[in-house]
């Protein structure tokens, strides 16, 4: 009963962390990934299974190994979560660390492969920057194009179509597609890069 409130408590984080995530991924949605969608939300909603059989396990515990039992109880909830989360999107982690290293070839060949299983906007999209910032502007607005026709709402799309079509010195089209990242699915990170762009084509 002790671990009662603390339990109660530990499950509203990560029922807020699991609001956050399905938020960051709500693309998905629209797409109707359902699959792709649910296994992002594997990670919270498995350590919510352990946080709220903790108070049982405990219970059957004694005063000897109350300790060691929620010692190992705790440990192994914490290592499977970081196993579950490091295993639910392998390709697109790799993807994704090889464009923050700069290796922007690498994270277009890995981009390239991820979408060819898995045809989703935002692997499109990921793709497009990879080869806008590569040094292949053309293949990046095709990349670009084909993320906005399957998902007009994702204003990541318009931000790295309007780098390819900066790149490409189409600069009306680029400041239309930076405008359209205002209107639509955006975080207010990508509409600060968004204004930033808008703001270095209207000096240019």
């Known amino acids: 009963m002790r671990l009662l409130y603390p339990t109660v408590g530990a499950l509203v984080v990560l029922a807020v962390l699991t ?3 399905g938020r960051q991924n709500r693309d998905l949605l629209r797409v109707r990934a359902y699959r792709d969608f649910f296994l992002r939300l594997i990670p919270p909603l498995s350590t919510g299974v352990f946080v709220a059989g903790l108070p049982f396990v405990l219970d059957l515990a ?3 190994n109350y300790g060691e039992v929620l010692l190992v109880y ?11 989360t490091r295993a639910v999107t392998p390709d697109e982690r790799r993807a994704g660390v090889a464009f923050r290293k700069g ?13 060819a299983r898995r045809p989703l906007p935002r692997y499109y999209s990921a793709l497009a920057a990879s080869l806008d910032a590569s040094g292949k502007p053309n293949a990046a607005l095709e990349a670009a194009d084909l993320a906005v026709k399957l998902d007009p709402k994702l204003g990541i799309a318009y931000y790295n179509r309007a780098s390819a079509l900066a790149a ?3 600069r009306a089209r680029a400041r239309g597609d930076l ?8 975080n207010r990170s990508l509409r600060r890069a968004a204004a930033d762009a808008l703001e270095t084509l209207e000096k240019g």
């Open 19 to 21: 609001f956050l995530i």
């Open 168 to 170: 490409l010195d189409e």
């Open 103 to 115: 290796e922007y070839e690498k994270a277009a060949e890995l981009y390239d492969e991820i979408s």
């Open 74 to 84: 705790l440990g192994g909830a914490a290592l499977l979560t970081v196993l579950m």
């Open 62 to 64: 004694t005063v000897e």
């Open 179 to 186: 405008q359209k990242v205002f209107q639509v699915d955006s």
